[in-house]
């Protein structure tokens, strides 16, 4: 076999810069967490202590926007998951007129700018008079997050083979236990990661909440209000870290459920 060959060093420079380049504002977000300045970002820090954890844990102004994010993303991923996993199975299942057609109208929300869909969701619910509530913002959240599952959905439908559904039949079960017993199992870990990048996106949606939400407030809106009216400063980062780890931790699950989701379940060898 042929010896590999390493990288040259400029290359592997780029790759080191360019890494720096996308995460090291993440890494000060994390290092202002831990500084002992209130009012401004000196640096380096003029010293570190954990005692902002406990600053934000005991601020009442965090936990409402916290459970309002947590509850609207719940609601929106569940939603998701019913509808994307329905769209998925008629666009892979069926053949019809138009199919293409509908498929890009189901992708359509998530290629939109953000703030056009907020714009079109608010003036509709301008124009049915409907007040803003919890529910305004989950309407607006799923929008995007039914494409996620579409997404995840209708790629594992389009690697299941035909025959094991056909073979289910033919042993007697009905079509429930066909989606039981043989459907549900192959799509399990698609439509779990698809949930988690869902709830992930909605967590720390900003640009659609802003036009759905009224005078409610989310954690990442708290966040944007923080940024404009510090307090705090140090705080804000740490939220960001609680933000962080709710929407990165889902999305590296998800990307190690998918990965090795390539083969056609029922195709045989």
Request: net charge positive.
């Amino acid at each position: 076999m042929p010896s590999e060959r390493r990288a040259p060093l400029a290359l592997k420079l780029a790759a080191l810069g360019g890494l720096l380049f996308l995460h090291g504002p993440i890494l000060l977000i994390f290092l202002y967490a831990f500084t002992t300045e209130e009012r401004s970002y000196q640096f380096p820090p003029p010293g570190l202590t954990l005692k902002w954890f406990a600053v934000a844990w005991n601020r009442p102004d965090i936990w409402p926007p916290l459970i309002l994010s947590l509850k609207v993303a719940a609601i929106s991923t569940a939603l998701a998951l019913v509808l994307g996993t329905l769209c998925a199975a008629a666009m892979s299942r069926a053949r019809f007129f138009g199919r293409d057609s509908i498929s890009l109208l189901v992708i359509l929300p998530i290629a939109l700018p953000g703030i056009i869909t907020g714009m079109s969701l608010r003036s509709a619910f301008a124009m049915m008079e409907i007040p803003f509530s919890t529910w305004t913002i989950v309407l607006g959240h799923a929008t995007f997050c039914i494409v996620i599952v579409y997404n995840n959905a209708v790629a594992r439908f389009r690697r299941l083979s035909g025959s094991i559904l056909e073979a289910s039949a033919d042993l007697g079960a009905n079509g429930f236990q066909t989606f039981r017993h043989v459907i549900l199992p192959n799509l399990g870990s698609a439509l779990l990661a698809g949930g988690m990048l869902a709830f992930a996106l909605s967590f720390d949606e900003v640009i659609v909440t802003t036009f759905t939400a009224g005078q409610q407030s989310t954690l990442p809106i708290w966040m944007l209000n923080e940024l404009v009216r510090p307090r705090q400063r140090p705080v804000t980062n740490v939220v960001a870290i609680v933000v962080f780890a709710a929407t990165v931790v889902p999305i590296l699950i998800a990307y190690v459920l998918t990965r090795g989701g390539s083969e056609t379940a029922g195709a045989g060898k």
